[in-house]
């Protein structure tokens, strides 16, 4: 997960490690490509609005790499506007603020299926 508030990632954090999903966090947008390219992760969490590259650009880069395209990719945000994150291909979004359970089923139904 790629956030830029270490509360809402320590949160997001607790809640996917109680629901058994081993989790990576991180707070920094120009960094965040090799962490996926290191962890090579089931899903990608993504906050839009973020110091750095934005949330959108970031799934860009995702959806056009040949070795993540097929790793899921859900976009949080206060500010949604789903054609613009249609647009970047994300699988899902949530709008801020969120409840857990939101955020789990999204996961669950992009993980598990």
Not at 8 to 32: G, H, M, P, Q, T
Not at 62 to 70: A, E, R
Not at 80 to 86: G, K, M, Q, T, V
């Amino acid at each position: 997960m790629l956030d830029d508030n270490q509360d809402i990632l320590d949160i997001v954090k607790e809640a996917l490690l109680y629901d058994n999903f081993e989790v990576k966090i991180s707070s920094d947008s120009r960094n965040f490509m090799a962490m996926i390219d290191n962890y090579r992760p089931d899903l990608v969490i993504l906050d839009y609005k973020l110091n750095g590259p934005k949330g959108d650009d970031i799934c860009r880069q995702i959806k056009t790499h040949h070795l993540f395209n097929n790793i899921p990719v859900i976009i949080c945000s206060a500010y949604l506007n789903s054609d613009e994150f249609a647009d970047c291909g994300c699988d899902a979004t949530i709008a801020k603020p969120f409840g857990l359970a939101e955020l789990l089923d999204k996961v669950n139904g992009l993980v598990c299926l």
